[in-house]
């Protein structure tokens, strides 16, 4: 336990499971009073008893704006002036292109990016106010690049990073810090829909540096830092909290992959980088 929000009061959306509870958790222990924002009535109920006189729920579906403001109205109410927001509450749909129908990808809209901007005009409003807060956007390592397989998701993610740029330039010089976390593979219900073990999902992990999914833990400390005074000179940023993933790809013919076994022995044969360097020294004759 330590005391890095100490006086701070957050909300929190999608915080009854996953990385919104694994942030919720987090804040709780760094000092902070929060509401556990969800439409997982049951879930967040059970969190907040759990985690004490420092955390309320409330039932709130993110795309409605008059849940925004009975929110918003309850955070002040029970702990005072709300100071962080955690914009963590996301759908998604593993789709092809050709498989999604208009109500399907609005719906993903709906919740990720129109919920997104919610939280901003509304809580962030109230933050441009009294001219400070720290606004944490949730969005993925697929806002940063392309995915084939969740089209909704991946336009939705590059919304929320772009938005992030927004309200940025708009709220800094209001005292108002905006900053987007995006997360690689997470270890969660939505990352893990079918339940498999850990070891399991991490041998689909082979072309990601660190060779393993992520924990919602992980992505909590992220948020953490950006919600806390330790990230005061940090606005409109981007954190890759991936495992390398949004580094690039491996080439698995190329010295440095993880299939090079000599790697780091001086004398070790690469015969493939040597075939290329010694093509390239050919054809510059």
Known sequence: MGNRLLGKVAIITGGARGMGEATARTFVAEGAKVLIA??????????????????????????????????????????????????????????????????????????????TFLGLRIVGGAMVRRRAGSIVNISSVDGLRGANGYVAYVTSKWGVRGMTKAAALEFGPRGVRVNSVHPGGVFTVMGNPTGVSREEVNKDYGSVPLQRVGLPEEIAQASLFLASDAASYICGAELAVDGGWSAGNYTMSLPGSPDD?????????????????????????
């Open 38 to 115: 969800d439409v997982l009535q049951a879930e967040g109920e059970a969190l907040a008893r759990e985690l004490g006189a420092n955390a309320r729920f409330f039932h709130l579906d993110i795309s409605q704006e008059e849940g925004w403001q009975a929110a918003l109205a309850s955070a002040e109410e029970l702990f005072g002036p709300v100071n962080v927001l955690v914009n963590n509450a996301a759908i998604n749909r593993f789709r092809s292109i050709l498989d999604t129908d208009k109500a399907t990808f609005q719906k993903v809209l709906d919740i990720n990016v129109i919920g």
């Open 261 to 285: 076994a000599g790697y780091g022995q001086p004398d070790a044969e690469h015969a493939i980088g040597k075939f290329l360097d010694a093509a390239i020294q050919q054809s510059n004759r």
